[in-house]
């Protein structure tokens, strides 16, 4: 079949990825260079916080998971796993996807202000390499890029069997659907002194996420802001708590600033209507869950 895919970042990618492996003739369309997106800006971080469906996003979970441990044996893809800890200020309980990553061990003995510590080994992805990495297979594997914004899915339709809209927050327009909108989110890259483990606060929005060449220091959740300049009071906010969290970093060279715009939706919608297969809405779990909805992606392309 035509498969026409709105959208270049990590879900447009891996959904063209998956179809042209299953032999579809695939063409990637997008406005922007896939390190112009929401994707590159991400932590990398394997885990599937505040998602909905929470069904649906715990088996997504499991099946990228195995993909991106496979992926972490190989060299030159950006994935490794790494162990960490993620710190929680209130008792809840050990979440549905605890599985999904290979298990976690509840630590309740991190003092004041947290209650426990989920600790495990999940993927971590190192955003910049793994999208070139990506942009590469999905080259390799026959696809069709073309750079060009869509006012509507009708300027592509007649050109395709199917048409995937993947467009991130563009996707809602795309859709007709108002209910998508952004979350903004700002991030400081800082050297990363050596950390062998990441760290994430579930309940102040703090992390370290390193990486090697650079740790990525989070973070803000803005919802309903579009404003793409770094804030500088931002910038210290972040980096005060995550000197806060991981001392090692307090002194740490800044590398720069990011910002994002996560698409935000009460539910990620991965539905099919009539010849158009709609995966958008991936809000602050877009790489964890990225896999799993290729994969359903297909399954629906295919009928
Ligand atoms: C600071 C930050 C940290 C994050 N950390 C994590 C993390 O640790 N783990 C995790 O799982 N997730 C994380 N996320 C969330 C993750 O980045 C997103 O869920 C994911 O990137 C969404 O991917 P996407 O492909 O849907 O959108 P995008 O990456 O935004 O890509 C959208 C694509 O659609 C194209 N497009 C849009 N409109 C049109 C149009 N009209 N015509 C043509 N093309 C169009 C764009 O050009 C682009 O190619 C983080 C996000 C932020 C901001």
Not at 165 to 170: D, I, K, P, S, T
């Given at each position: 079949m035509r498969v026409t895919v709105v959208g270049g970042g990590v879900i447009g990618l891996s959904c063209a990825l998956r179809l042209a492996e299953a032999s579809h003739q695939v063409t990637v369309v997008s406005a922007d260079a896939t390190t112009d997106t929401t994707s590159v800006v991400a932590g990398g971080l394997i885990y599937p916080r505040h998602a909905e469906p929470a069904d649906r996003c715990a088996r997504w979970t499991e099946a990228s998971v195995v993909e991106f441990k496979r992926l972490a044996d190989?060299?030159?893809?950006g994935v490794r796993m790494l162990p960490g800890k993620l710190l929680r200020r209130q008792d809840r309980p050990v979440p549905l996807w605890s599985d999904a990553v290979g298990g976690i061990t509840r630590d309740t003995g991190v003092g004041a202000p947290w209650v426990d510590a989920l600790r495990s080994r999940p993927p971590l992805v190192h955003m910049r390499r793994y999208l070139e990495w990506l942009t590469g297979e999905v080259a390799s594997a026959g696809v069709r890029r073309d750079y060009r914004g869509l006012r509507d899915l009708g300027q592509v339709e007649a050109d395709a069997d199917v048409v995937v809209?993947?467009?991130?927050?563009?996707a809602g327009r795309l859709a007709g659907d108002s209910t998508v909108i952004p979350a903004r989110g700002q991030v400081v890259h800082v050297a990363d002194p050596g950390l062998t483990e990441w760290v994430v606060?579930?309940?102040?929005f703090s992390y370290v996420l390193p990486h090697g060449d650079h740790a990525v220091c989070g973070g803000t959740e803005e919802v309903g802001s579009d404003a793409l300049e770094p804030d500088p009071d931002t910038t210290r906010d972040i980096l005060r708590r995550c000197g806060e969290l991981v001392p090692e970093i307090a002194d740490a060279e800044v590398l720069g600033v990011r910002v994002g715009l996560r698409p935000l939706r009460q539910e990620i919608r991965v539905e099919r209507v009539d010849d158009v297969v709609h995966c958008y809405g991936?809000?602050?779990v877009g790489i964890t869950v990225s896999w799993g909805c290729a994969d359903e992606v297909v399954a629906l392309v295919t009928g």
């Open positions: 190989q060299p030159g893809t809209n993947a467009a991130g927050l563009g606060d579930e309940d102040d991936h809000g602050g």
